[in-house]
């Protein structure tokens, strides 16, 4: 009699499967950004925020919350005992201007990561360069999925993630107004 596979098992099997390919194959991907890292005093962590313009009143709060992140890392003797180092660019709320921007913060000041974007038109005119230099975003917000890449770490919610939480919340309502 053939074994009923059963959607649990498939998962564990699948996701081990996943795990040791991942396990396998992500160092090769950052292996050079990690290697600066460890070659030189500091880690530089680029921050790509819009300080200026019209959504420079919502990323300032993000770039300030990254801000006081590394200080309070660097406080407690920051990471593997190096200083993280946060280089700041202000791409002034201009979609094109956040793609040079972060081909600067690859190039030129070698940061091994970035924590930036607000805007979904941000964040994809940032991704070509991100895949073209192998460089690694942090995307700090909700975001609208359907989009993945292997140089981008997206840390939001996504719409049916957020849906939940308000489902739960009318159909508690919705149960008390009928016990009632």
């Known amino acids: 009699m053939p074994r009923k596979m059963i959607r649990r098992t498939f998962l564990k099997s699948t996701g081990a499967l996943g795990a040791l390919v991942y396990g396998t194959t992500a160092p090769y991907y950052f292996q050079r950004n990690i290697a600066k890292a460890q070659d030189s005093d500091t880690i530089k962590v680029g921050i790509l925020h819009s300080l200026s313009g019209t959504i420079a009143i919502i990323e300032t709060s993000l770039h300030n919350a990254e801000l006081l992140a590394i200080e309070e890392i660097n406080a407690k003797g920051g990471v593997l005992g190096k200083q993280i180092e946060p280089v700041v660019e202000d791409p002034q709320s201009l979609v094109q201007v956040f793609a040079e921007k972060s081909k600067k913060l690859l190039l030129d000041d070698k940061v091994i990561a970035v924590l930036g974007c607000y ?62």
């Open 119 to 180: 805007t979904s038109a941000s964040r994809q005119s940032v991704l070509p360069v991100f895949e073209q230099y192998n460089g690694l975003l942090l995307y700090p917000t909700l975001y609208e999925a359907q989009e993945c890449s292997k140089n981008c770490f997206y840390t939001g919610a996504v719409p049916n993630q957020q849906l939940t939480t308000s489902f739960r919340g009318s159909s508690a309502r919705s149960a008390a107004r009928r016990s009632i």
